[in-house]
C-alpha cells in the first residue's frame, strides 16, 4: 500500500509562492502531528517510502472548508488560516493538510483536484 500526504490551497487568493510555501508548510507539519498521534502505523509507512508529497488547488474558500469537513472524517487533517502579518486577513482559511493516509483514502477526497 502506497503512501502519501497532500496538501490543499486555495488558488483565489492570489498568493505568491512564498506564501503558498509557507501555508503548505504549515498544513504540513499539523496534519503530520496529528496523524502521528492517531495513525501511528502510517507515519512509518510514509516515512519508509520517502514521505511522498503533493499539492493540489480549489477555487474557494467555500470548496476548501467543504473539502475539511469531509476528509476530516476519515484522515488526521489540519485547516490552516492565516495569522495576517502580510498577504491575507488575520484568521482566513488558506489550506489544508492531509495525512499522511493511504494514498487510495487521500484519493477518494482529492482525485478532481488539479495540481498547484
Not at 503512501?3 to 503530520?32: N, P, T, W
Not at 476548501?64 to 484522515?75: D, R, T, Y
Request: net charge positive; glycine share 8%; aromatic share 6%.
Amino acid at each position: 500500500m502506497d503512501f502519501k500526504q497532500a496538501m490543499v490551497v486555495r488558488s483565489d487568493l492570489q498568493m505568491g509562492k512564498g506564501k503558498i510555501a509557507a501555508q503548505c508548510s504549515h498544513a504540513s507539519l499539523e496534519a503530520y502531528e496529528k496523524t502521528l498521534r492517531q495513525s501511528p502505523l502510517w507515519v512509518g509507512e510514509w516515512k519508509a517510502q520517502g514521505q511522498a508529497k503533493i499539492v493540489l488547488k480549489v477555487g474557494s474558500k467555500k470548496e476548501l472548508l467543504e473539502l475539511f469537513e469531509k476528509v476530516k472524517k476519515a484522515i488526521p487533517s489540519a485547516l490552516i488560516k492565516d495569522a495576517g502579518h502580510t498577504q491575507v486577513d488575520t484568521g482566513e482559511p488558506t489550506c489544508i493538510g492531509i495525512g499522511p493516509a493511504p494514498e487510495a483514502e487521500i484519493n477518494r477526497f482529492t482525485k478532481d483536484l488539479k495540481l498547484l
